[in-house]
């Protein structure tokens, strides 16, 4: 009887962050969250923690003092996700991994939506062609950087494609079709209606 | 060679596509055909197959589960055409389907609720059976295969790509995510450096920063340009004070941030060197003689790859590219 009143108890009790993330569909099950020892490594060769006020080790240490006020942190829009900390810690954790879990949790709230909305041309595109591209909000400062040439590459594409002997690089209708029933069946409609709504209400 | 500890195959690929190689650098692909072509590989493309997901996945666009329910649509093209062996171009796209193939594997609940959204929707031919797909063994990168096949490449040489200075660039995606698959080491990635060997071009053993990130970082390019280019720096002054003719990639995120940003990088840091950025397929074909224009598609880099040639004394005719205008 003590026993299930207990398990009851324990069941009513909110999990805490580490533990939400090692519970996440993107945590690989054999995550090390919970064996860091804080020893740096990951922020010894982190390219945002060099250069912003990102600090990989940091983030962990909060998430294990359970502060969740990470989740609506700028700084976690830092990390590059280059997975390079995750390659080097001695006890298997990944701070990319936990920056991803991190970000979705922030997507659950608008505060995370709003960090993302500037690239949903990807997602229109991706429902349109099943492909990704670069997204439409930033053609701008690329056409700058990467000049006349490039411009001249995106319309001329499709004849440089045929030059080299490659076939269209798009689907074909029928594969088109399955793949946006395939992302209205999964949710993922209505998960890029929902950051758009944020947008729309700015 | 070291010992080979996954499936490496040569027959039964379908070769997958890559949506950055489809619009920016389309001559990856050309080569890389090129290239399995003289090496007596045996894959498909097929065009049913959608992009992996992977630049929206890391702008944090797609979650999880449309990114794995994607992947296991794409698996069952490929196991319907008795070519499950999926051979990417790109070390984003790589990463992403084994990511996704353990997510099938592993996680019952996960593979449920793609199931279930599956049958209910009249998608039942997607359905994922667990192992349809070995994450190790039936996901492998071009690279792979390259380095696998590397003793046949001498026999195909048309040209001498000797005294080059070439430094390589391994991917993030390709080495580090599941470094337990990467040949040849991951914190001091060699892969690409072993097969130019073999074309008696051998790699700067090392450079300051060679294992270190592009700065390309998903987002970042986009929203945190600074940061990114700042991160860039770090290995592109390596670069200049190695004073290489080439810097060899096998991903083309990193390609379009050395090669696209080159000149801005140049403006942000006053230092100038020439070099030219080139994936490890498109060196390789062009050692087996394949034309500039029409395999390795240069005239898509913004980065004029003319003065390597001009310094290999590789005939091409300048014709063959009409992208790159002259100021006036």
Known sequence: MTKLNRREMAEKTEKDLAHKVLDDIKAPKDLGLLRCVQCGLCTSVCPASRHSEYDAREIIKRVLDNDETIIEDEVIWNCFYCYTCHSVCPVGNSVCHVNQILREMAIQKDVGKKQIESFMSFADSYLEEGLGVIPQEYQGQLKIDYGKHWENLQENLQEVREDLGLDSMYLLPEAKETVDKTLEAIGFKKRVQEIKDVRNRK | ?328
């Open chain 2, 1 to 328: 060679m070291e010992e080979i500890k996954k499936f490496i195959p040569t027959e039964k690929i379908t070769l997958f596509r890559s949506c950055l190689v489809s619009a920016e650098y389309p001559g990856v692909e050309a080569s890389t055909k090129y290239v399995f072509d003289k090496l007596g590989v045996e894959y498909v493309i097929d065009r049913n197959q959608s992009c992996c997901t992977g630049l929206g996945h890391y702008y944090d666009i797609f979650d999880e589960l449309s990114t794995t329910a994607l992947a296991a649509r794409n698996f069952s093209y490929a196991i319907k055409n008795n070519h499950k062996q999926y051979v990417p171009m790109c070390a984003t796209c790589y990463a992403i389907l084994k990511t996704s193939a353990k997510n099938l594997n592993e996680k019952e609940d996960v593979r449920e609720k793609i199931n279930k959204a599956f049958r209910e929707n009249g998608l039942e031919e997607f359905q994922y059976t667990k192992g349809d797909i070995d994450p190790t063994n039936d996901i492998t990168h071009v690279v792979d295969v390259l380095y696998y096949l590397k003793d046949k490449i001498p026999e195909h040489k048309q040209r001498d790509i000797s005294g080059l200075n070439i430094a390589t660039h391994h991917g993030c995606h390709y080495c580090k995510v599941h470094y337990d698959d990467t040949l040849c080491g991951y914190r001091n990635p060699e892969v690409i450096d072993k097969i130019c060997e073999v074309m008696d071009s051998p790699a700067l053993k090392w450079y300051d920063q060679k294992p270190r990130h592009c700065g390309g970082g998903f987002r970042q390019r986009y929203a945190n340009r600074d940061l990114s280019l700042d991160a860039t720096v770090d290995k592109f002054l390596s670069l200049h004070r190695e004073k290489i003719d080439v810097l060899l990639v096998m991903c083309p995120n990193c390609q379009v941030q050395f090669d696209r940003y080159q000149y801005v990088l140049e403006e942000k840091t006053g230092d100038k060197h020439y070099y030219a950025v080139l994936n490890i397929a498109q060196l390789v074909a062009l050692y087996m003689g394949a034309d500039s224009y029409k395999v390795l598609g240069i005239q898509t880099h913004t980065v004029n790859l003319e003065p390597l040639l001009d310094k290999l004394a590789i005939e091409y005719n300048p014709k063959g590219d009409t992208l790159h205008v002259t100021e006036e």
